[in-house]
């Protein structure tokens, strides 16, 4: 009898929810740590109408983007690749002007480092055809703070109506850092996670 009289007292009222919420949490599964990636950067193809006139006239394109690195970040990779059809053979016609209307230079900045007129933490310069390259570094190589990955490039793109006298620059420049994500099962759908980073 004390005992039903417990329970109903228990499980009505506000002690009854916090009762009802200590049961529900003691079935709640445990959250699973995974490790997932956060990638920025650009993958770009030039467009242009080559003026016979105007051969130096290539399209400029400039951007740069924020990474932010913190404790919980384990790896941080960059990947980069270009691609410049013909670059020998319009170097050799037109002369070595080509490497300052035709290029992809790629840089990393550690936090603070291009403000204060610094050397970049990473940098490339293409002005041929380069393979697709991957760089890592793991969190012992690295500072926390926000680092800054930024493009500069010219190029062409050539539209023919012979097909196999087109051709378009291109280059794909992407960073990727990983670090770990809380997912909780009863209230993430698959795939769904919070970065321990926000929950600290």
């Excluded at 007129?117 to 380069?130: C, I, K, L, M, S």
């Excluded at 760089?135 to 690295?142: K, M, V």
Aim: charged share 25%.
């Amino acid at each position: 009898m004390s005992t039903l009289l417990i329970t109903t007292i228990l499980l009505s009222g506000c002690l009854g929810l916090v009762a009802q919420r200590e049961i529900m949490e003691s079935w709640r599964e445990d959250p699973d740590v995974i490790y997932k990636e956060v990638t920025v950067g650009w993958s770009k193809t030039f467009e242009t109408n080559i003026d016979i006139q105007n051969i130096t006239a290539s399209v400029i394109y400039q951007n740069e983007t924020e990474l932010i690195l913190d404790d919980t970040v384990s790896t941080l990779e960059v990947q980069f690749r270009a691609q410049l059809p013909y670059s020998s053979i319009l170097e050799e016609a037109i002369g070595n002007d080509t490497n300052e209307v035709r290029y992809i230079e790629a840089r990393l900045w550690e936090p603070g480092a291009k403000a204060a007129g610094g050397n970049p933490f990473w940098e490339v310069r293409a002005t041929q055809d380069y393979p697709l390259e991957r760089i890592e570094w793991r969190s012992s190589e690295l500072i926390n703070g926000v680092w800054i990955l930024e493009v500069e490039a010219r190029g062409y793109g050539v539209t023919n109506p012979i097909e196999q006298l087109s051709f378009y620059d291109h280059f794909d420049l992407y960073a990727t850092i990983t670090k770990p994500c809380v997912r909780f099962a009863a209230s993430h759908d698959i795939g769904e996670c919070a970065f321990l980073s926000d929950l600290n």
